[in-house]
């Protein structure tokens, strides 16, 4: 159905437009009509018809000013113009001002219909080109986002024939100091067997945007890719700066604190060293995803970068800490136990937490459990009582105020949730 709007001061010439064609068995309908520019201007933005019959000579807004005002609007309707002899001037300027057609008055009925069913084909042509440069763009993007995954493994070598993929498919990275990240949504697993396909479709969403967000905010020269259903990486460089690492790692972590606000999942993001190569990117890319496998526990915001994390002995501590927390949260454990295990200072380890995580240990201590506690209620063999007792926690109560917390959904709501999807 196509949607046509008549604005004309006159009366007769309206209705005998509305009444004396059944234009319904053409497809068309008129979703309005007006005695003067002004308000058929009003009715034009809030319909955006396909098709708009005006007058030349009207009060408040002549046609010309009309048609003027629905081009600056970016409206994409056909205009048919009607006029008198006396009035060809206008019908002129009209015409070069982007109208359709004119039609003379009186207003002859087959003349009218010919002139609007023209129309209707000269439509049918705009919406085959979008349709058609439309499938040309998701087609490139589908080739592009094929060349960087290609990039990323390595499947494309040697600097020259990359320069040449990259200025083919426009896409701007810089020649060298770039950085690979590697975002990957923790307990992906998990989630791709208890969430529906439109939540987990809602979580790609909400991370491409992140992304997007992140590059766009901060100037990144960037390019990015999903990997697999929950993991993404970003290939970038940042602008001239003195720590582009210091920038990197504080805007990334803005970055995913706001996904896990969104999504209530936590992400692990794993940083390359600097690669001043195109052609050894994918081995910075491939640090980025070793440098996420460093994660030795679940559900924790963390950013690790290669190299450091593996040599240095506050990481390698922390990592110990999760660990041993991963393997001993259903028992009464508490930082200063977690300090003894690890023969260190419970202030010590206070201050790795802060520093590694940006979190405190309590806080971490109740995401495992809590991540663990899902898990368990996802299965409903396990009631909420013995979920409470398995996973650390004394008192119901205190457990359901801190899942809920933690989840926005009591215990006993999330095992409904997840055993009825």
């Not at 896409?171 to 992906?188: G, H, R």
């Not at 202030?347 to 940006?358: A, R, T, V």
């Not at 971490?364 to 398995?390: M, Q």
């Amino acid at each position: 159905m196509y949607s046509m709007l008549v604005v004309d001061d006159e009366y007769l010439v309206r209705v005998g437009i509305r009444e004396t064609i059944e234009w319904k068995e053409h497809s068309i309908e008129i979703v309005g009509d007006a005695d003067n520019g002004r308000t058929g201007l009003e009715l034009a933005l809030k319909y955006k018809p396909d098709i708009i019959i005006t007058d030349v000579r009207m009060p408040n807004l002549d046609g010309l000013e009309f048609l003027k005002a629905i081009k600056a609007a970016n409206l994409d309707s056909i205009v048919i113009i009607l006029s008198g002899y006396e009035e060809f001037d206008y019908v002129r300027t009209a015409l070069r001002s982007g109208a359709f057609a004119y039609l003379l008055k009186p207003i002859d009925n087959n003349e009218l219909l010919e002139t609007v069913l023209d129309s209707v084909k000269e439509i049918n042509k705009k919406r085959s080109k979008l349709q058609h440069y439309s499938r040309i763009e998701r087609e490139l993007s589908s080739v592009k986002q094929h060349f960087v995954k290609d990039l990323i493994i390595g499947k494309i070598l040697g600097i020259d024939k990359i320069r040449e993929k990259l200025e083919l498919y426009n896409i701007t990275i810089s020649e060298k100091d770039n950085f690979a990240l590697c975002l990957n949504v923790n307990s992906s697993e998990y989630l791709m067997k208890s969430l529906t396909q439109d939540k987990l479709q809602a979580l790609k969403n909400s991370m491409t945007d992140i992304i997007s967000n992140f590059i766009c905010c901060n100037n990144f020269k960037a390019v990015y890719t999903d990997m697999s259903d929950l993991q993404w990486m970003i290939i970038l460089s940042a602008p001239e700066e003195k720590n582009p690492l210091k920038l990197i790692k504080g805007s990334i972590k803005e970055a995913i604190d706001e996904f896990e606000q969104v999504t209530g999942q936590t992400v692990t993001v794993g940083i390359s060293n600097v690669c001043n190569d195109l052609s050894e990117l994918h081995t910075a890319c491939a640090e980025a995803i070793k440098a996420v496998g460093l994660n030795m526990f679940t559900d924790i915001n963390r950013i690790l970068c290669a190299g450091v994390s593996e040599n240095n002995i506050s990481s390698r501590k922390i990592n110990e800490a999760i660990k041993y927390i991963t393997a001993n949260y259903n028992k009464d454990i508490s930082v200063e136990s977690v300090a003894n295990a690890l023969y260190i200072s419970s202030s010590y380890l206070m201050h790795l937490f802060k520093d590694n995580l940006g979190k405190t240990f309590n806080e971490c201590l109740t995401e495992i459990r809590i991540n663990a506690a899902k898990e368990l209620l996802s299965n409903p063999k396990y009631k909420v009582y013995e979920v409470c007792d398995k996973v650390g926690y004394n008192d119901i109560k205190y457990f359901s105020q801190i899942f809920k917390r933690s989840t926005g959904m009591t215990p006993s709501e999330y095992s409904k949730y997840c055993n009825h999807n």
